[in-house]
């Protein structure tokens, strides 16, 4: 059974930094590309980040280059996403997925960015 749970959201202010994680189980993770998504309030769901299964290539949607990263390690079969320079239209909840089209998802955990 695929289990992706996240955690490591929170408050924080304009200009901080997050680290999200996804601790994953029931597929080999380190055959898997990964990926981010995130869903702002009362919007659909958007890719945010992906990485391959060897961690050398990274991609990241245009709105979160620069400021976020994402990384995994493959020995403890997780996700990271380390999130810095956060702005308000970073507010959303953040799901980690093993497909690219978000489907296979954990339960997200919630971002808020705000004074």
């Known amino acids: 059974q695929v289990q992706l749970v996240e955690s490591g959201g929170g408050l924080v202010q304009p200009g901080g930094s997050l680290r999200l994680s996804c601790a994953t189980s029931?597929?080999?993770?380190?055959?898997?590309?990964m990926y981010w998504f995130r869903q702002p309030p009362g919007k659909g769901l958007e890719w945010v980040s992906s990485i391959s299964f060897g961690g050398l290539d990274t991609q990241y949607a245009a709105s979160v280059k620069g400021r976020f990263t994402i990384s995994r390690d493959n020995a403890k079969n997780r996700l990271y996403l380390q999130m810095n320079s956060l702005r308000s239209e970073d507010t959303a909840k953040y799901y980690c997925s093993k497909d690219e089209k978000g489907d296979i998802r954990g339960q997200g955990t919630q971002v808020t960015v705000s004074s």
């Open positions: 029931g597929f080999t993770f380190n055959m898997n590309r």
